[in-house]
């Protein structure tokens, strides 16, 4: 199906009992031109075959937690997902069969599980992003444009730091802060990329980018990226203080993704600031 007449977009929630799912769909109450139309959870989740009421609060709704994508696809016009990669390209298969968009903000994929998303985006439009918030998409902006400033001369380090439940490191938005650097400076990213330093390991050679990881309670998501020159460096942080940036974040591209043609989006091209 797509958008009805009065333009209201029908929303199905990828792990709707995790804590990005349940917030997205709280928060699609909210959303003027958007409802949620039905989630869903693995399985073998307890949640499974819950009213939503139960996972997400308020009056019972008579809709149930279903129990896989093709089960509440034909009554959606878009996919949220932040399930895990393993998943996500589950349920964009799905989305590809059923003619239906899909935005995907899981991460820690493959290059393989990369490489078949994006031939399943030549079917429908997709948008797959290691981070929806706006401040994080202007940072990926900034940082490109920082280096090319900068040039080669300036030591690039990334940082990262988020919660200890975090499965995945480092995270999808410092490898993507490290993508979009290396892409300025004409560097080979599987080949400068250095991820842990330990013992007598010499000098920094000039070219490599440090991507480090920080693990420690609720942290939701810190990324600082420094350019280190001789005499002076530039620091540039982007802080998360709640999930809704990134709730808020998939919500808008879902509603902007609805009548794309066919093909593989991010978060810049949904803000304009590709």
């Known amino acids: 199906m797509s958008a009805d007449k009065n333009n209201l977009i029908h929303i199905a929630v990828a792990g709707i009992g995790g ?14 031109g958007a409802e949620l139309s039905a989630g869903f959870e693995s399985p ?7 009213d939503l009421s139960e996972i997400i609060g308020g009056a019972p709704t008579g809709k149930l937690a279903a129990k896989s994508a093709e089960e509440v696809i034909a009554d959606c016009d878009v996919i949220i997902d932040f399930t895990n990669a393993e998943a996500s390209l589950k349920h964009l ?11 995907i903000g899981s991460t820690g994929f493959t290059n393989d599980q990369l490489k078949e998303a994006r031939e399943l985006a030549k079917k ?22 920082a280096a090319k400033l900068l040039g080669g001369e300036y030591d690039v380090e990334i940082i990262e730091a988020h919660h200890r439940f975090k ?11 490290a993508e979009v ?11 400068t990329a250095v991820y ?27 990324h600082t990226i420094i350019f280190g020159g001789l005499g002076e460096r530039l620091e540039l942080t982007h802080r998360a203080a709640s999930r809704d940036t990134f709730a808020r974040g998939a919500i ?9 043609p066919p093909g593989f989006y991010d978060m810049r091209d949904v803000l304009g600031i590709k």
């Open 196 to 222: 842990s330093r330990h013992g007598l390991i010499g000098e920094r050679t000039k070219n490599e980018i440090g991507i480090q990881t920080i693990r420690a309670g609720d942290i939701v998501g810190d």
């Open 124 to 145: 429908i439009p997709v948008v797959l992003a290691p981070n929806m918030s706006l401040g994080v998409n202007v940072l990926f902006k900034l940082a490109a444009e």
């Open 19 to 32: 804590r990005m799912g349940s917030r997205i769909a709280q928060l699609l109450g909210e959303t003027e």
């Open 252 to 260: 808008r591209a879902a509603k902007w993704i609805v009548g794309k």
């Open 181 to 191: 650097v290396a892409e300025a400076l004409e560097r080979n990213l599987d080949e």
């Open 93 to 103: 298969k799905a989305a590809a069969e059923h003619g239906k968009s899909i935005v």
């Open 167 to 177: 499965k995945d490191a480092p995270s999808g938005t410092a490898m993507k802060l």
């Open 44 to 50: 073998e989740s307890v949640k499974a075959g819950k």
